[in-house]
């Protein structure tokens, strides 16, 4: 009786708050707030879902081709998924084949912070979210005009919000 009782609860209709569930247990989550955050990797592993941490804190790429955001062409903002920072606007999206989500420009100069990664025998440019220092992805020099960057993202730590009509 108690394991029906159980998935009758987790069947319950609470899905329309489905899209806010991620942020209801991070304080520093705020699309107005501008303050920079130095926040320690431990309080991030408490307040953020474990697939968001392990791309914005442990620096994990997603597969290509998999991310929500990838081949979406919606008109609005792309936001931080840690903390709420304004990175793009769906104007600076373009399609690209490598199967993450790109864009050419960021929507501040500051909305982003760069890192030289050395890992994997690689020499890249890393993208990090400049207020709270999370990994988001990388960029590349061939991306299109007007600015010929390509910033390779990860779906999981965007978050998307269309303009309102
Ligand atoms: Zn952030």
């Known amino acids: 009786m108690a394991m029906i009782t159980l998935s009758c609860q987790?069947?319950?209709p609470s899905m329309s708050n489905e899209k806010n569930t991620?942020?209801?247990?991070?304080?520093?989550?705020?699309?107005?707030?501008?303050?920079?955050?130095n926040v320690p990797d431990a309080e991030w592993k408490k307040v953020l879902p474990d697939s968001i941490y392990q791309v914005a804190r442990n620096k994990a790429t997603e597969m290509?081709?998999?991310?929500?955001?990838?081949?979406?062409e919606g008109l609005g903002i792309y936001y931080c998924a840690v903390c709420g920072n304004a990175l793009f606007r769906s104007d600076s999206k373009f399609a690209s084949s490598c199967g993450w989500p790109s864009f050419f420009q960021t929507i501040r100069k500051n909305s982003t912070i760069y890192k030289t990664d050395n890992t994997y025998g690689m020499s890249r440019t890393?993208?990090?979210?400049?207020?709270?220092?999370?990994?988001?992805?990388?960029?590349?020099?061939?991306?299109p005009p007007p600015t010929g960057k390509r910033y390779c993202m990860n779906s999981i730590v965007l978050d998307f919000v269309p303009d309102k009509q």
């Open 10 to 12: 987790n069947n319950s």
């Open 22 to 37: 991620q942020h209801t247990n991070n304080p520093y989550y705020s699309r107005t707030d501008t303050t920079v955050l």
């Open 126 to 143: 890393e993208v990090l979210c400049g207020r709270c220092n999370s990994h988001l992805g990388h960029i590349f020099d061939d991306g």
């Open 64 to 72: 290509a081709f998999s991310g929500k955001y990838w081949k979406f």
